[in-house]
Structure formats: structure tokens, C-alpha cells
């Protein structure tokens, strides 16, 4: 069986690194409304082979789109999406915009699949920090939402909705206005320069959970430790590794994206793909904050209703 594209080995637990990047390129046009076909002459063109040295197809990516693994997925037994406890290239709300987008062609839906810009840990619930996670409306606008729990247990407070745009918007006039400092491209390669360190340290990270739990493994079988010690090593090195990887991937991205020659960064801003835009706003946000509107069916970014935590970085500045 040949492995997936975009990792290092058929158990898929470790990335590739020189497959990373052009995965998430190719699932990033498709989200920016490119067809398979189109990503794959893109792809072809860029020099970029499958695992077994042919070119790419239409069949062939949107098969790679389709496999939950590309994002540390797996369908269980109910045909859920849950943690395949290794380690994703893309972010799980990439991977359902993506399915989205197919279920789109499949139907003829004109309503395309939605890129959001804060989703996967950037953005909290105020109320009870839970991650808020990218949702439609009933009427199918796309927004942000914290979500309730379910018979398990798993989930937020449920008391914090906001329309997408309304939020985006809202961060992105900030973020704008950071871009517009002077010197802020020289202080931008300054903190890029100090997250390529924080790159290679997480990827030190990740080899030594990798030998860990080999070396769990081999203790487990000459029966020098019991199942249930390894169960428990394996399960705290799992969870341990996705963690990494998450915040490794959004440091790669934040480390390797430019911002070109483009002198209008307002226009730049409303034009550049979500990825870029979502690059630059972790490089400068640690996080976005989000409290309950003050009343059902508010509009607008009440006073405190958003609070942005910035970043402390080298090189970027601190009057904020």
C-alpha cells in the first residue's frame, strides 16, 4: 500500500516535510474556489509529484481531499470525524470546508465552502474558553460559535455566536493598522527569524515524542512494562504530539509567508488568500476573545465584546 501524500511513512506518524507545504498550497486554492483540476495543473506544474511519481489528476486530489489522515483524522465506527492520533497537514476545519466543497459540486450548490480566518485554538469563548469552531447559520452565513457539549461531556458554554464577516472584519482593520507602522516589514523578518527557531525546536520536540514512544513500544514488547503502562505512555505521547504539531504547523505557516512587494496593504489584505491572511494574524495575535452579545441579534463589535491578545514577539513593537 503506498503511503498518503504529505507523510513520511504508511503508519502516518510523521510528516513529510518537503509534501507539507504543497499540500496545504493545493488544499488552500481549492478553498479559494480553484477545481481539482485546476490544483492539480497547478501542482504539475510546480513540479510537484504523488508518492508513486505520477502527475496529478482530478481523481487524484480530490481523493487526497477526501482522506480525513491529511488532517490527523479518522471516520469511526458512526461515521464520525475523530483524533487518528497522528499528526495533519491541514487544520479539521480546512478538511470539512474541503468536504463541504465537495458535497457543493456534488449537489450543484452555489453556495461555496467557507475559509475561516481564526478557527482550530486562535479564537476562545470569553465565557468559558472553549475553542470556537467555524459554523453556518440555519440560514447558511457563515460565523463563529462556541460549541455546547455533547452526552460526553466534550464542548463549550454554547453562549457565544458572531457572524463570521462581522468578526474578520473587525480583526482585520486592526491587524491593517499594525501592517501600516513604519518599519513594520524589517520588524516583521525579526520576529519571522525568531519563530524559525521556535520551528526547529518543535520539530526537536517531535523526534524525541517519536523516540518515546519507540522506545515505549520496545519496552512494552520485551514485557519490561504492562499494557496498561503502555496504553497510558502512548495515549499522553499522542496527545502530546498533536499539540506540537498544531502549533508547529501555524509556526511554519507564520515563518514562511510573505508579504511581497504589494504597497497597498489594505488592498493586499482584501485580495491575499485566507492562508496568508491567516499567517500574519497568528504572527501577531496569540489569540482572539470572544464574549456574548449583549442582546439576541446584535450586529456590531460591542465595546469588549472582542478582545485581541497580542502577540509578544522580537522585533515587533509594543505601543498597543
Not at 120 to 141: F, I, P, V, Y
Not at 168 to 196: D, F, M, S, T, W
Not at 293 to 300: F, I, P
Amino acid at each position: 500500500m503506498p503511503r498518503l501524500y504529505g507523510f513520511d511513512d504508511t503508519s502516518r506518524r510523521r510528516l513529510r516535510d518537503d509534501e507539507v507545504d504543497p499540500l496545504r498550497q493545493m488544499a488552500s486554492r481549492a478553498l479559494q474556489g480553484q477545481s481539482n483540476a485546476d490544483v492539480a495543473v497547478w501542482a504539475n506544474g510546480e513540479g510537484y509529484r504523488g508518492t508513486l511519481g505520477g502527475e496529478w489528476k482530478d481523481a487524484s486530489v480530490g481523493r487526497l481531499f477526501r482522506n480525513p489522515a491529511i488532517a490527523g483524522l479518522r471516520y469511526d465506527e458512526d461515521g464520525e470525524l475523530v483524533d487518528a492520533g497522528h499528526p495533519g497537514a491541514i487544520t479539521r476545519e480546512e478538511f470539512v470546508a474541503l468536504l463541504e466543497r465537495e458535497e457543493s459540486r456534488r449537489k450543484g450548490d452555489a453556495a461555496p465552502p467557507y475559509d475561516y480566518l481564526v478557527v482550530d485554538g486562535a479564537s476562545t469563548c470569553g465565557k468559558c474558553t472553549w475553542a470556537l469552531q467555524g459554523a453556518r447559520t440555519n440560514a447558511g452565513t457563515p460565523g463563529y460559535r462556541c460549541r455546547p457539549k455533547d452526552k460526553d461531556g466534550r464542548g463549550g458554554c454554547g453562549e457565544v455566536r458572531m457572524d463570521a464577516e462581522l468578526l474578520e472584519n473587525h480583526i482585520g482593520e486592526y491587524v491593517v493598522a499594525e501592517l501600516l507602522k513604519p518599519g513594520i516589514r524589517k520588524q516583521i523578518l525579526k520576529a519571522q527569524a525568531a519563530i524559525r527557531a521556535q520551528v526547529e525546536e518543535m520539530k526537536d520536540t517531535v523526534k524525541d515524542l517519536e523516540g518515546r514512544r519507540s522506545e515505549a513500544a520496545t519496552l512494552y514488547g520485551k514485557r519490561q512494562i504492562s499494557s496498561d503502562a503502555f496504553v497510558t505512555a502512548d495515549r499522553e505521547i499522542t496527545v502530546n504530539l498533536k499539540d506540537t504539531g498544531s502549533r508547529l504547523r501555524y509556526a511554519e505557516q507564520m515563518a514562511n509567508f510573505s508579504l511581497g512587494d504589494a504597497k497597498d496593504l489594505v488592498r493586499w489584505w482584501n485580495t491575499a488568500p485566507t492562508a496568508s491572511k491567516r499567517a500574519i494574524t497568528r504572527l501577531f495575535l496569540e489569540n482572539v476573545e470572544v464574549f456574548p452579545a449583549s442582546a439576541r441579534g446584535v450586529r456590531t463589535v460591542e465595546p469588549g465584546r472582542v478582545v485581541l491578545h497580542w502577540r509578544k514577539l522580537p522585533g515587533l513593537s509594543d505601543g498597543r
